[in-house]
């Protein structure tokens, strides 16, 4: 083979062997850079199907349905005590007695008035059939012409005086009936029984001592309260971004400080239609009265002891859940879209990319929240750091860290 012939060949080989080395390169160079990229450390989790109980949290104090405060009506002097702190009482029972004297002497002077007026009352009305009969026979005497005009006049005049006095003291004597009802009302109130079965929870006077009656600026003593302990109450306050989501007849499970290991089951039984005052005004958010009465609540709870509520307000099974903290919100993108935001989860894919996906929630636990639509049973999503979620965009690659598993069903 001659020089020329063996030039092209040598020279075409030492192109192949370039393009190989220039492959190689190439392939040496990608790879170098994927190996650069490092992954956003990320924990991720399976979306997974559970039971889900939507809980409203609130606290607030133990007290009795019914709940009476007994007030001095009338003042006056504590002559006895027929009861003590804790006694229980049926309705009717007596409790407690103010000194009389001074109401029975108001009634007896008021009975003798009456009986002054009944006489006079008598002595009147003789008088208006004197003078009746008088004027009747003045007027006939009249008519025939015997006596003058005149003296029909003086007689007619001194029969309206009769009839007026006695109409007089047949007023002074309903004035003074009714003087002594109001009186006997007074003497009456001297006395105190109980309006209701239940205990005396709190006794706040001693005999000798003063009870006054309430004025505007001064709310009056109150003798004692009695409470029907046997149905109870828990008045709680729900913040008002809570409160439109109880219903009257949710269930409830509250907790008392005084018993920590007792669960007691209740239900929503009344909802306050108004926030509640505040004794100083502030921006905060305002609280609503939430009462839930108690089922079979133990024999020594007590009015006042401080508890905690759980209402329920929803309930379902075999749902599909994600952690709260896993959701992720960012800009919708697009001229019309300013100031717009989605809530969705990152998506783990197959090569550790992540990919956004906007969902629609449905009811939230204490720790996870129902997805109605966006994921499926079984895919990953990242579901934190914080840090790690606030730095996630489409494509980006994570290095995973599988979140350990715990027995949170509900939240």
């Known amino acids: 083979m001659t020089e020329q012939n063996k030039a092209p060949k040598k020279k075409k080989r030492i192109f192949i062997i370039l393009a190989i080395v220039v492959f190689i390169a190439v392939i040496i160079f990608f790879n170098l850079q994927a190996q650069r990229e490092k992954g956003l450390k990320a924990t991720v989790k399976k979306v997974e199907k559970?039971?889900?109980t939507s809980i409203i949290s609130a606290s607030?104090?133990?007290?009795?349905?019914?709940?009476?405060?007994?007030?001095?009506?009338?003042?006056?002097?504590?002559?006895?005590?027929?009861?003590?702190?804790?006694?229980r009482v049926q309705k009717g029972d007596f409790l407690l007695k103010l000194d009389s004297i001074q109401y029975e002497a108001n009634a007896d002077r008021d009975r003798a008035q009456i009986r002054t007026f009944q006489a006079e009352l008598i002595k009147a009305q003789a008088r208006l059939?004197?003078?009746?009969?008088?004027?009747?026979r003045q007027k006939k005497l009249f008519?025939?012409?015997?006596?003058?005009?005149?003296?029909?006049?003086?007689?007619?005049?001194?029969?309206?005086?009769?009839?007026?006095d006695y109409e007089s003291i047949e007023f002074q004597i309903k004035q003074a009936?009714?003087?002594?009802?109001?009186?006997?009302?007074?003497?009456?109130?001297?006395?105190?029984?109980?309006?209701?079965?239940?205990?005396?929870?709190?006794?706040?006077?001693?005999?000798?001592?003063?009870?006054?009656?309430?004025?505007?600026?001064?709310?009056?003593?109150?003798?004692?309260?009695?409470?029907d302990l046997s149905v109870m109450e828990v008045e709680v306050e729900v913040d008002e971004t809570d409160v439109i989501g109880v219903k009257i007849g949710h269930k409830a499970e509250v907790r008392v400080d005084a018993f920590p290991d007792l669960v007691i089951k209740g239900k929503v039984t009344e909802i306050g239609s108004s926030a509640l005052q505040k004794l100083t005004a502030s921006e905060e958010s305002k609280d609503f009265k939430v009462v839930i009465t108690l089922e079979?609540?133990?024999?020594?709870?007590?009015?006042?002891?401080?508890?905690s509520a759980d209402i329920i307000t929803a309930e379902k099974q075999?749902?599909?859940?994600?952690?709260?903290?896993?959701?992720?919100?960012?800009?919708?993108?697009?001229?019309?879209?300013?100031?717009?935001?989605?809530?969705?989860?990152?998506?783990?894919?197959?090569d550790n990319r992540v990919k956004f996906t906007p969902v629609i929630k449905g009811i939230m636990g204490e720790m996870q929240i129902?997805?109605?639509?966006?994921?499926?049973?079984?895919?990953?999503?990242?579901?934190?750091?914080?840090?790690a979620l606030r730095q996630l965009k489409d494509d980006m690659l994570i290095t995973p860290e599988e979140r350990e598993k715990k027995n949170d069903t509900s939240g």
């Open 50 to 52: 559970t039971d889900l």
């Open 60 to 87: 607030g104090e133990i007290s009795p349905k019914k709940n009476v405060d007994i007030s001095a009506h009338v003042p006056g002097r504590i002559v006895k005590i027929g009861v003590e702190e804790g006694q």
């Open 129 to 136: 059939k004197k003078d009746e009969s008088y004027y009747n």
């Open 143 to 164: 008519e025939e012409k015997l006596i003058s005009r005149e003296e029909l006049e003086t007689a007619k005049a001194q029969y309206d005086i009769s009839k007026a």
């Open 177 to 227: 009936q009714a003087s002594l009802k109001s009186t006997m009302d007074n003497l009456s109130k001297t006395v105190y029984n109980s309006p209701i079965d239940g205990i005396i929870t709190s006794l706040r006077v001693e005999e000798g001592e003063i009870a006054l009656v309430g004025t505007m600026n001064n709310p009056g003593t109150v003798l004692m309260t009695i409470a």
């Open 296 to 307: 079979n609540p133990p024999q020594d709870l007590k009015p006042g002891l401080s508890a």
């Open 318 to 350: 075999d749902v599909l859940v994600v952690p709260i903290a896993a959701l992720a919100v960012r800009e919708l993108e697009g001229e019309n879209n300013e100031d717009k935001q989605e809530e969705g989860v990152y998506i783990v894919q197959e």
């Open 370 to 387: 129902e997805i109605i639509s966006g994921v499926e049973e079984g895919q990953s999503i990242v579901v934190g750091p914080y840090s």
